[in-house]
Nanobody, 124 residues
Framework: QVQLVESGGGLVQAGGSLRLSCAASGRTFSSYAMGWFRQAPGKEREFVAR????????FYADSVKGRFTISRDNAKNTVYLQMNSLKPEDTAVYYC?????????????????WGQGTQVTVSS
């Protein structure tokens, strides 16, 4: 199992930026893919971004492509989500996910390990 702890959420005005972090522990961090998902009030949890084990390949939801960047630092066991040009519709609880399966990069399905979530609120 992998334990995940997110941080970096908060309140920001539209057009602003935030960077989320997720610290992982419990398994060799550089051996699995990581992802970010989000859930807005009254909506299903949705895929945001995914990064492979090395950080060399990434995949994004169309709604965030060009605005969000996922990255990882395997030396620090941490994955990041840099969010720029934020919109009110980006308001949600953001969850970090670890996927120890062999799913391909371009999948919107997460693994079994989830963080507790961090709230991101974008005001108009």
């Amino acid at each position: 199992q992998v334990q995940l702890v997110e941080s970096g959420g908060g309140l920001v005005q539209a057009g602003g930026s935030l960077r989320l972090s997720c610290a992982a522990s419990g398994r060799t961090f550089s051996s699995y893919a990581m992802g970010w998902f989000r859930q807005a009030p009254g909506k299903e949890r949705e895929f945001v971004a995914r990064i492979n084990w090395s950080g060399g390949s990434t995949f994004y939801a169309d709604s965030v492509k060009g605005r969000f960047t996922i990255s990882r630092d395997n030396a620090k066991n941490t994955v990041y989500l840099q969010m720029n040009s934020l919109k009110p519709e980006d308001t949600a609880v953001y969850y970090c996910n670890a996927d120890l399966s062999l799913r391909p990069l371009k999948t919107t399905v997460g693994g079994k390990s989830w963080g507790q979530g961090t709230q991101v609120t974008v005001s108009s």
